[in-house]
Nanobody, 125 residues
Framework: QVQLVESGGGLVQDGGSLRLSCAVS????????TGWFRQAPGKERQFVSS????????SVADPVKGRFTISKDNAKNTVFLQMNNLKPEDTAVYYC??????????????????WGQGTQVTVSS
């Protein structure tokens, strides 16, 4: 089993910043990637960013490119999502997810095996 715990969400004004954390624990030996996804009310879950286990191969969705940065601390098994210049349309519940198997990071939520409980990010205009 793998556990993922997100933190760092909150309420911020338009143009503000937040840093989300995802602490990963459990049987992570064959884990190959971590992803961030978000889901706004009434909308489908949306890919935000992903990073491979080594912290080298990263991907960021177009709507947040240039504003969000993913990184990880391997010593602490923690993945971060630095979110700058936040906009009201970034308001959503943000989830981190762990991916196992043969292939690396993916933007497809169905390829991820374990999920955290989510953290709310609200950006006011």
């Amino acid at each position: 089993q793998v556990q993922l715990v997100e933190s760092g969400g909150g309420l911020v004004q338009d143009g503000g910043s937040l840093r989300l954390s995802c602490a990963v624990s459990g049987c992570t030996a064959s884990m190959n990637a971590t992803g961030w996804f978000r889901q706004a009310p009434g909308k489908e879950r949306q890919f935000v960013s992903s990073i491979d286990w080594a912290g080298i191969d990263t991907s960021v969705a177009d709507p947040v490119k240039g504003r969000f940065t993913i990184s990880k601390d391997n010593a602490k098994n923690t993945v971060f999502l630095q979110m700058n210049n936040l906009k009201p349309e970034d308001t959503a519940v943000y989830y981190c997810a762990a991916k196992f198997g043969y292939f690396g990071p993916s933007s497809n939520s169905r390829t991820y095996d374990y999920w955290g409980q989510g953290t709310q990010v609200t950006v006011s205009s």
